[in-house]
């Protein structure tokens, strides 16, 4: 009986909470039931709210791949189509105002095919010359024409990684880190190991930030720098690897050739820059710095530099082979430095050296085309190396930095300019343009050398026109003569010149500038401007993209004791008081 009480009141007991007035004599109760059924409430309709909102999602995901499907059944019958339908999806989902960019499937298809041409040429590279200099396709074999210093491979890197070959890139940079040895007795060419191997490794560790590629590159340096042991500070030309001794070639009569001396600026200060060290910068800025003692009103210097005296030769005067790239550089470390007052001396050398240009600027009959002459002291020859076709690329390049009107004067020059060169193509029977033109009254233009040795200036040209104008000729002018590479250049095992661009006779080498500058043009006339973009990236003559690094009075790698700043004074002059790329696979 107990146990029957106790069940009963115990019943009872549960029974009185589910009595309002029970709840009625005990508001706290009362407010903690209320704050329970409002928190159980939220609960409930949260977890409601998200499990529509996720079934709004995967039906909207749903839809989507039911597009993607429907998109794959076209793309092998209509692929353009296809790309405007994506671009009609990214253009929706971007917010007001916003224009999805999506690339041209034309340019997408020439890039692709540029591509496929380097990894010909880099495959027939590996196959049949390895770790050597360069490759002689039609014997099937390799030839050290730099004393073994791989420059096939070194000038390669940066084109491998832009185009995102990255097995190709690693098989390469564990050569390099294993492999690539500069102790050798070879005489080198202080010019070209700077602008290949210098410059090459260095672009590699700006692209990548592996540190093998920027010790490389100060062990080479260290190797070249008694070349600029001479009483002015202008380099000799030719320097031992191995055992320093320095000198110039014979056949300057002792001189240094502009060129040669003056184009180092960019990848030695850049060298500074990544390693805090100012030696290297100190010595390629004295150059300029001597250089500009006796630097003529009109800027235009001949080809040969007393490395001892500091004082031009009578000899030519040329935008064309030895002398071009030294204006080049002028230019370019003032882009280099990020257009600071700390490098406008270079941009003020640079302008006098346009104003000399513009006399040298002459028009053909009957066609009109713009052509830059040489000079031999007084007198001015119709001749034009297709070296020189750098020229309009520089000048559309240097063409913002002045005011308005000089700046439209300049730009309509660099496209005729432009125009010019890509005729050089165009008017033989291969396509291809030879070594050099020369100009005659009411006869336009006529080949004078007629080899092509797969040289990169004029499409260096057309992209810089084309980054720089928005103008899609350029474009087709570049397909053109890619095709004409193809059509003539490509064997079963690389790419090899003409001996004769008339009749087609093909020679026996691949040059290595064609992997690293005129493949990589090419490929970047085809991609969106982003990719290696020129404010943040400039190229050295070799087109070894190096990062912009805002150069400052005395300052090296933020590091400043006031004594770094060249004292380029020009006369009549006030002294003169810029990252990431996409890489499209």
Known sequence: MARNRSSSSSSSGKLRYCNPAYYLKRPKRLAMLLIV??????????????????????????????????????IKNNPANVIEKIDHI?????????????????????????????????????????????????????????????????????????????????????????SLDFNKSYDASVFETTIRVVGGLLSAYDLSGDKVFLEKARDIADRLLPAWNTRTGIPYNVINLAHGNPHNPSWTGGESILADSGTEQLELIA???????????????????????????????????????????????????????????????????????AVKPYRDMWETSMKGLLSLVRRSTPSSFTYICEKNGDSLIDKMDELACFAPGMIALGSSGYGPGDSEKFLSLAEELAWTCYNFYQSTPTKLAGENYFFRDGQDMSVGTSWNILRPETVESLFYMWRLTGNKTYKEWGWNIFQAFEKNSRIESGYVGLKDVNTGDKDNMMQSFFLAETLKYLYLLFSPTTVISLDEWVFNTEAHPLKIVTQRDGEISGRSDGQHRPNIRLRGRKGGRFIDDIRIH
């Open 271 to 341: 060298l500074s820059q990544r390693t805090g060290d100012p030696k290297y910068r100190q010595k390629a800025e004295k150059v300029i710095v001597e250089l500009n003692k006796t630097f003529p009103a009109d800027g235009l210097l001949p080809i040969y530099i007393s490395p001892d005296r500091g004082t031009p030769s009578y000899s030519t005067i040329t935008f064309g082979a030895m002398g071009d790239s030294f204006y080049e550089y002028l230019l370019k470390v003032w882009i280099q430095g990020n257009k600071t007052s």
């Open 90 to 178: 990214k253009q929706a989902k971007q917010p007001p105002g916003i224009k999805a960019f999506v690339e041209d499937p034309i340019d997408i298809q020439r890039k692709q095919k540029v591509k496929d041409a380097m990894i010909h040429a880099w495959s027939s590279y590996e196959k049949y010359a390895w770790g050597q200099d360069e490759l002689q396709p039609q014997t099937k074999n390799g030839v050290n024409s730099f004393g073994g210093l791989g420059a096939t491979l070194i000038d390669a890197l940066d084109t491998l990684y832009i185009m995102g070959l990255d097995e190709q890139f690693q098989r390469a940079r564990e050569w390099v880190a294993s």
């Open 37 to 74: 059924f409002v928190s159980v409430t939220l609960v409930v309709w949260d977890r409601q709210t998200l499990v529509r909102e996720h079934e709004v999602e995967l039906s909207k995901l749903n839809e989507e791949v039911t597009q993607l499907r429907n998109m794959l059944e076209e």
